[in-house]
């Protein structure tokens, strides 16, 4: 009796794969749901799992499994890591991952011991902010346009507040955008957050010295370089507690990544919120700049819900992250 299960978004299409796979006879013998499988499971997505039977597959998609060939261990971790660069790790990051592995574990590399493995190889980037961490003074969120900052901020306060913490004072610094602020004035309503526009930079400072509370500070997506950039950090200089987050999309290329995190490098960003996953089919390549940077990452985002769509940066989460929804098949060593 030959068993497989199949994840899919609906029983009817789990159904439909088993058929395909196993034949018209397949035998269903369960059905439950799951947490999805890549970065989805981790915040909260779900799939239909079914397990099917049959006498033997049937299948023409995939070839009849040959009998189990023993590879020496450096062939086996290498055929292991091609298939994590195809995925989209880099080399060097797959050939690490792959050693954290034992010589069993090589024989069935399963997207789970893969997954482990390479969180222990990125733990050291992933920050996430523990609850009932103290928050920064002065939160500054910098970031290319459409890079989601403005988004990103009321997902933090919703979630704050949600969790029964004091709200932050939310500060608006992208007079460039007028939608910005009307999203952010809105989110500061709901929340019952103070809210001010800091219009140039004596504004800003006076918006920072009359607050009473710590502070989430959006500003505009301009290039570091650009006058204005440069005069709010002059604002910033030498105030005590504040924190730069840089946000960036998950599909940023390894280069496109390499090109904005020498150009925001003057602004010694402390840590960085990873933002529209769901957009990307993996968030290798970033995290991959990020972890030759040695820059953190505090937060990743999937979506434009909030205050839903956000999740801390654990090393899982961002392991998650990198393999995307690589199938079980596509990992597996036979």
Do not use: N
Not at 220 to 246: C, H, I, Q, Y
């Amino acid at each position: 009796m030959f068993v497989k299960r199949f994840l899919r978004p609906t029983v009817r299409e789990a159904a439909a794969a088993a058929r395909e796979a196993l034949g018209p006879h397949a035998l269903v013998l369960s059905t439950e749901l799951v947490p999805a499988p890549g970065w989805r499971g981790w915040i909260g997505k779900r799939v239909v799992a079914l397990t099917a039977a049959a006498d033997r597959p049937v299948s023409a998609s995939r070839p009849k499994a040959s009998a189990p060939r023993r590879s020496a261990p450096a062939d086996a971790r290498a055929a292991v890591a091609a298939q994590l660069v195809e995925g989209g790790l880099d080399h060097d990051l797959a050939m690490a991952t792959v050693r954290r592995l034992s010589r069993s574990e090589l024989t069935s590399a399963t997207i789970e011991l893969l997954r482990e493995a390479l969180a222990e190889e990125i733990a050291p980037i992933a920050s996430a902010p523990a609850a009932g961490d103290s928050v920064p003074a002065i939160e500054v969120f910098l970031g290319p346009t459409g890079a989601g900052k403005t988004t990103t901020i009321a997902k933090i306060a919703a979630q704050e507040r949600a969790a029964g913490h004091d709200a932050r004072a939310l500060i608006s610094a992208d007079g460039s955008r007028v939608g910005a602020i009307a999203q952010l004035r809105t989110h500061a309503a709901v929340i019952g957050a103070p809210f001010r526009i800091a219009d140039g930079a004596e504004d800003l400072r006076d918006a920072l010295d009359q607050a009473r509370r710590p502070v989430m500070l959006d500003t505009a997506g301009r290039l570091p370089t650009d006058a204005a950039v440069v005069e709010l950090f002059s604002v910033l200089r030498g105030r005590p507690g504040v924190v730069t987050s840089l946000v960036l999309p998950a599909d940023t290329s390894a280069s496109a990544a390499a090109r904005l995190l020498d150009r925001y490098a003057f602004t010694r960003p402390d840590r960085v919120v990873i933002t529209k996953l769901d957009e990307a089919t993996t968030a290798a390549p970033l995290v991959t700049a990020l972890c030759e940077r040695k820059l953190a990452v505090s937060f990743v985002a999937a979506g434009p819900h909030v205050p839903e769509d956000l999740t801390r940066a654990t090393p899982h989460v961002l392991a998650a992250a990198m393999l995307g929804d690589l199938p079980e098949e596509a990992v597996a060593c036979h």
